[in-house]
């Protein structure tokens, strides 16, 4: 787990892992919280 949250600027693994989970988590709290993507954002 360690050389996932490292800040080693030569893991290309960890940011290849890193940028994917971006790409997953960002729409999922947009739906959530910004109401993108058919969610229900603030009331």
């Known amino acids: 787990m360690n050389s996932i949250l490292s800040t080693n ?3 290309l693994t960890a940011f290849i892992i ?3 989970l971006g ?3 960002f729409p999922h ?3 959530k919280l910004l109401g993108w993507f058919g969610g229900y954002g603030f009331s």
Do not use: V
């Open 9 to 11: 600027t030569r893991n």
């Open 23 to 25: 790409f997953i988590l």
């Open 29 to 31: 709290g947009a739906q």
């Open 18 to 20: 890193r940028i994917t």
